[in-house]
């Protein structure tokens, strides 16, 4: 039986993820205009980070981590489009001063590669998918809630402070196996049970314990 690379490459990737190893760039790519660079990347523990840069000062800065399923889904779509590449991935390369593409590719046969171009010139089919699967992922990045994000790695105790999205306070009094959680409203007394995947709907975020 013959194993496509691509499928080697992936359970490669995961299996230096699962084995607790340090998270490593799977694609990056930074686009400059001007004074402002916005970086988008992906790192094989699933996270997404976007970046942007306003005259050498980092001035936003947001990460959302992927489900399994999708993180597999833009894999497989990074590395079949990177051995698809040839040498000249951009059929007509335009200049521009103050304008430039820098895509990192950490996947394929010939990685660690890394392709400049403007973003005015026109590039091939290959390439072409890995921009349109980068601007899917910075699009998901500014459309996901922070909320959310922070509910996915939150790990709930006893005692934990929350604001709520109505702007009101609680406190964690219950943390049952199944997720569910049970609140006790600082206003009214009244507990409430929230279930693991509305978390994000009920609950803006955990804040620090009042001195």
Known sequence: MII???LLVIAS???ATASGQAPVPVVERTTTRAEVATR???????????TTRRFNKQDFV?????????YMVYLRIFQTAAEELDRQPVSSQVDT????????LHVGPNAPRTIRFSPMS??????AKILGA????????FEASPSAEAMRTWVPRKGD????MDGTRATVVEVWDDGLLIIEHDSTYVRESIAAGLRDQIILRVVEPEP
């Open 4 to 6: 496509r690379p691509v």
């Open 13 to 15: 990737i995961v299996a």
């Open 161 to 164: 402070r929350v604001e709520l």
């Open 134 to 141: 980068l601007d899917d992922l910075e699009l998901h990045v």
């Open 97 to 104: 001063s103050d304008a430039e593409v820098v895509v990192s």
């Open 40 to 50: 988008v990347s992906l790192f094989s523990n699933r996270v997404v980070v976007v």
């Open 62 to 70: 947001r990460r959302i981590t992927l489900p399994d399923d999708q």
């Open 122 to 127: 026109v590039v091939k089919l290959p390439l």
